[in-house]
């Protein structure tokens, strides 16, 4: 950015009023000032996305980005059955280009934040000679159960997803809603016992809800509800690999007792969304059934890798 533009966006910041009644203090001050309620619990997470890993800028578009990244954190405050109340967001701009890149990045990240009545209060914008990167910090409330680990599966718990999986690379990755609503409505009508979101893989992600819980787990091969996008993937990949380990698909992913499991499948409460039986909470092993016979899954997924 140029000498005044980072006080120009600032400014600029300032003018779009995301603050709601529980942000006294947005940005413009060292720190923003949140009146949190009287709750004993903060639901915190963070993610950091990266241009060339999590997105390529030139084809989906710095609005896009911006909605992905918000609602990668906001997915992230669904899979506690939580709350999202405030967001900081902090930018590395690339100097080439950066200032109309930020403006257009936070059109994507209000639209994002205002579909759930999140506040955008504060962050760090800076610039350098590298690509793109943003990271948001995203604050919530646990909801009236409060909040769902992963820690708690049990075994005889029929393991239940929502949405479709598999195929993300072709669209969803950027444009899918995270599901905050849905999870509000599951946990008002049953006790989830262990909930995450599908973000690195479905069967990645199962082996983290087994680690935490001390659990294992079997899933169906034949009920895992498979995308239209997973379907029409032409690779070496069958439809099914790409349900287990494509990962980006923001879904739900938990576990609960079995009758009130039945109920919620009999009765499908979400609107538009549809939630699936694929599994079943183990004392030990995590395995896929296929046509009778049960094969070791594998943890499939995306994993970041450093030395």
Same mark, same amino acid.
């Given at each position: 950015?140029?000498?005044?533009?980072?006080?120009?966006?600032?400014?600029?910041?300032?003018?779009?009023?995301?603050?709601?009644?529980?942000?006294?203090?947005?940005?413009?001050?060292?720190?923003?000032?949140?009146?949190?309620?009287?709750?004993?619990?903060?639901?915190?997470?963070?993610?950091?996305?990266?241009?060339?890993?999590?997105?390529?800028?030139?084809?989906?578009?710095?609005?896009?980005?911006?909605?992905?990244?918000?609602?990668?954190?906001?997915?992230?405050?669904?899979?506690?059955?939580?709350?999202?109340?405030?967001?900081?967001?902090?930018?590395?701009?690339?100097?080439?280009?950066?200032?109309?890149?930020?403006?257009?990045?936070?059109?994507?990240?209000?639209?994002?934040?205002?579909?759930?009545?999140?506040?955008?209060?504060?962050?760090?914008?800076?610039?350098?000679?590298?690509?793109?990167?943003?990271?948001?910090?995203?604050?919530?409330?646990?909801?009236?159960?409060?909040?769902?680990?992963?820690?708690?599966?049990?075994?005889?718990?029929?393991?239940?997803?929502?949405?479709?999986?598999?195929?993300?690379?072709?669209?969803?990755?950027?444009?899918?809603?995270?599901?905050?609503?849905?999870?509000?409505?599951?946990?008002?009508?049953?006790?989830?016992?262990?909930?995450?979101?599908?973000?690195?893989?479905?069967?990645?992600?199962?082996?983290?809800?087994?680690?935490?819980?001390?659990?294992?787990?079997?899933?169906?091969?034949?009920?895992?509800?498979?995308?239209?996008?997973?379907?029409?993937?032409?690779?070496?990949? /069958?439809?099914?690999?790409?349900?287990?380990?494509? =990962?980006?698909?923001? $879904?739900?992913?938990?576990?609960?007792? +079995? !009758? %009130? &499991?039945?109920?919620?499948?009999?009765?499908?409460?979400?609107?538009?969304?549809?939630? /699936?039986?694929?599994?079943?909470?183990?004392?030990? =092993?995590?395995?896929? $059934?296929?046509?009778?016979?049960?094969? +070791? !899954? %594998? &943890?499939?997924?995306?994993?970041?890798?450093?030395?």
């Amino acid at each position: 950015m140029g000498d005044r533009a980072e006080l120009e966006f600032i400014s600029w910041l300032r003018t779009l009023n995301t603050a709601k009644d529980w942000a006294s203090v947005g940005p413009g001050d060292d720190t923003a000032v949140f009146n949190w309620p009287n709750d004993k619990q903060c639901l915190a997470t963070t993610d950091m996305l990266l241009e060339g890993s999590c997105f390529i800028l030139a084809e989906a578009g710095a609005e896009r980005v911006g909605r992905k990244a918000m609602n990668v954190n906001l997915s992230d405050i669904a899979a506690m059955a939580g709350v999202p109340r405030a967001a900081l967001v902090s930018l590395a701009l690339p100097r080439n280009g950066g200032k109309q890149l930020a403006y257009q990045l936070y059109s994507g990240l209000k639209q994002a934040a205002d579909c759930f009545d999140t506040s955008i209060i504060g962050g760090d914008t800076n610039s350098w000679d590298g690509p793109l990167a943003i990271n948001i910090t995203l604050l919530g409330q646990p909801g009236p159960k409060g909040p769902v680990l992963r820690s708690n599966a049990k075994p005889g718990d029929l393991i239940l997803v929502t949405g479709d999986l598999g195929g993300s690379i072709l669209g969803k990755h950027l444009d899918f809603t995270p599901r905050v609503r849905e999870s509000s409505i599951i946990s008002q009508l049953a006790d989830i016992n262990s909930m995450i979101d599908i973000s690195d893989g479905l069967a990645l992600d199962l082996h983290r809800i087994c680690a935490e819980s001390k659990c294992g787990a079997t899933l169906y091969a034949d009920k895992i509800p498979i995308s239209e996008a997973a379907l029409g993937m032409n690779d070496q990949k /069958s439809p099914l690999q790409h349900a287990l380990g494509d =990962g980006e698909d923001f $879904e739900l992913l938990f576990s609960l007792p +079995p !009758l %009130e &499991a039945k109920k919620l499948l009999q009765d499908q409460p979400l609107k538009g969304v549809r939630i /699936s039986h694929i599994g079943e909470i183990t004392k030990e =092993g995590i395995f896929l $059934e296929e046509k009778g016979r049960k094969f +070791p !899954l %594998e &943890a499939l997924g995306y994993i970041h890798k450093f030395e």
